[in-house]
């Protein structure tokens, strides 16, 4: 069995690893810090290199020789997970999120020459939602939407059984979608608000703590305990949650939405949003009007940390007609 160097490029971390063909990682490779590198000395040990910029494609593919060179010969392709709008099927990135050197520029045709083998990338968000589709929460529908609550809100859809991209490929941005129509002008109104980074600064701002020392963990031991402003904070971000999940289902007849992220491993808040989701079915006004008004169903995605490698594989294999 074929297998291969998959890579999930992070703001934070380059997170690299051995994958084979069914999806099963191998090999967790040493991830090395995205805006703290001197490639020239970089060591594939673990251990921290010295400071340095990545800030060019010269220097990110001299980083990628230092990963690839262990393992020349042994992988048949290297499959990547790259932050922005980026057109998969050409593996040009049309925009480089994190990775700002990168914009405009056809990364995957350059990795291919440069390694001489088959070099793909697909979008984060969307290499979540692949994820699930090809081996986790979404295995079993035609429709589906997966919403992962990081940094801002990243996401992707699945529609007759294809992944949405959009003519500008930047279907599944959902950062960008309002939560609350009549404040457009207001930052604080979107959806990108709902993700891990928005639901901590909330409770951090609501409970008079440094923003900093607010992380996930923090955040659900106020909400835990009860504590009325971080509650305030939560179930905002539930209810806004629950809406988007139902216009969603709404607009594109999902058959379910898997929620990844971080703080999608908390029990409480795929409960609260299952609670939320099935209140709104319950007590929907437009029910007696038909009987086909929306169902929401609710998952909790099967992969985390690793859903961006998984779906970056599947893109890979399905690019090059390597799925069964």
Request: aromatic share 8%; with cysteine.
């Amino acid at each position: 069995m074929a297998n291969y160097l998959v890579i999930d490029n992070g703001g934070t971390f380059v997170k690299p690893a051995i994958m084979d063909g069914e999806g099963n990682i191998l090999e967790m490779l040493p991830k090395v810090p995205t805006h703290s590198l001197d490639v020239t000395s970089m060591k594939m040990d673990g251990s921290e290199p010295p400071l340095g910029e990545l800030d060019s494609v010269e220097k990110y593919l001299e980083l990628l020789d230092g990963i690839y060179a262990p393992y020349k010969g042994q992988v048949d392709g290297i499959a990547m997970s790259f932050p922005g709008v980026n057109d998969a099927e050409k593996g040009y990135c049309v925009s480089g999120g994190a990775f700002m050197f990168a914009a405009g520029q056809p990364l995957g045709p350059v990795m291919t020459e440069h390694f001489g083998i088959p070099c793909t990338l697909e979008n984060d968000g969307k290499c979540a939602a692949l994820a699930e589709y090809w081996k986790g929460a979404l295995q079993d529908v035609q429709n589906g939407a997966v919403i992962v609550l990081g940094t801002g809100v990243g996401g992707g859809v699945i529609v007759n059984g294809e992944l949405v991209r959009g003519r500008r490929f930047s279907a599944g941005e959902l950062s960008f979608m309002l939560n609350d129509l009549d404040k457009p002008l207001d930052g604080g109104s979107y959806f990108s608000s709902c993700g891990a980074m928005g639901l901590c600064a909330g409770v951090a701002y609501a409970c008079g703590l440094p923003v900093g020392e607010v992380d996930g963990f923090k955040a659900f031991e106020l909400i835990k305990a009860g504590n009325p402003a971080a509650n305030a904070v939560f179930q905002t971000v539930i209810r806004r949650l629950a809406g988007q999940v139902y216009n969603m289902t709404t607009l594109l007849d999902l058959d379910a939405v898997a929620i990844g992220g971080g703080i999608s491993r908390e029990p409480l808040l795929i409960d609260s949003l299952k609670a939320a989701v099935q209140e709104h079915i319950d007590k929907n006004p437009t029910a007696p009007y038909s009987a086909f008004y929306p169902h929401p169903v609710v998952r909790a995605c099967k992969f985390h940390n690793e859903a961006n490698m998984v779906g970056a594989l599947y893109h890979h294999l399905k690019l090059l007609g390597k799925l069964g």
